[in-house]
């Protein structure tokens, strides 16, 4: 375990834990992330860099090899520890992504889901995460996108990045890399459009609240009865729609999502 020089927040407030109220659609999102992983994680060692309360190590850990899941949170990790307890092939341990307490070339797939824009230095991490690769490795990245229409920050963030900024980060650290997008932009009639104008107004005036406790009493008020996120993510939990791969040097307004897959 390496200690933060960094003065770290109480990331636990903003981060999915079970039981948590979601939307079907946050938790589609859940589940498109780790089920894009899935077939890079099959026989492999994977690494997650922020897992959080743990979510998709249970689901990867039924396709890899190994399956480590390392946050800067303690009290994320004593949740996800305590869930996993006695899983042979998942191991879970306190960790700062800008300098990972592990063996260089130990890993297969690296994952940094949702935790780039809380890295003081997203390089600097990117280049533990080519560190820890084998050859041919990869790191996948997801981050919501800074350029959708209703894209607001999340507490404790230092900076978001859009499609051409992301690929010009990454390839500093590996030889290939390939951007994709998820949940297209759409209209989806009337109430959408009224809740997304609200959403905007909310965040121009800082009236959306910091916490995902909080964010969820909102989103039963407008968008009705919530569901609560499971301990861990099952196949089949929500419908998947594979991302679509993008260009790389031009910033889009169409997807919610940006994914980056970078190989060593």
């Known amino acids: ?40 994680a099959y026989d492999k060692d994977v690494l997650e860099i922020g897992c959080g309360a743990g979510l998709g190590l249970g689901y990867l850990a039924q396709f890899a090899k190994k399956v480590v899941g390392g946050d800067i949170d303690l009290k994320n990790i004593t949740l996800s520890k305590e869930y996993y307890k006695g899983r042979g092939n998942i191991a879970i341990d306190l960790m700062d992504g800008h300098n990972l307490p592990l063996p260089d070339a130990s890993f297969d797939l690296v994952l940094l889901y949702e935790t780039i824009y809380y890295l003081k230095d997203p390089q600097k991490c990117f280049a533990e995460a080519a560190r820890v690769l084998r050859e041919n490795g990869v790191l996948i990245i997801c981050t919501v996108n800074k350029d959708w229409e209703d894209f607001h920050p999340s507490p404790y963030s230092y900076r978001y990045f859009s499609a051409p900024e992301l690929y010009e980060l990454m390839k500093k650290s590996f030889r290939e890399v390939k951007l994709y997008g998820g949940f297209p932009v759409g209209h989806a009639g009337t109430k959408s459009e009224i809740i997304s ?31 609560s996120l499971p301990s ?33």
């Open 1 to 40: 375990m390496v200690i933060s020089p960094y003065k770290i927040p109480d990331y636990s407030n903003i981060t999915e834990k079970p039981g948590l109220k979601a939307t079907q659609e946050q938790i589609a999102r859940l589940y498109q992330r780790y089920e894009f992983a899935r077939e890079l």
């Open 197 to 227: 104008l609200i959403k905007r107004f909310a965040v121009k005036l800082n009236l959306i609240p910091g916490s995902l406790k909080g964010r969820a009493y909102l989103k039963r008020i407008f968008m009705g009865k919530l569901i």
């Open 232 to 264: 861990e993510i099952t196949e089949g939990m929500a419908p998947y729609e594979p991302p679509v791969e993008i260009p790389v040097d031009k910033a889009t307004r169409d997807y919610k999502i940006l994914y980056a897959l970078g190989k060593k």
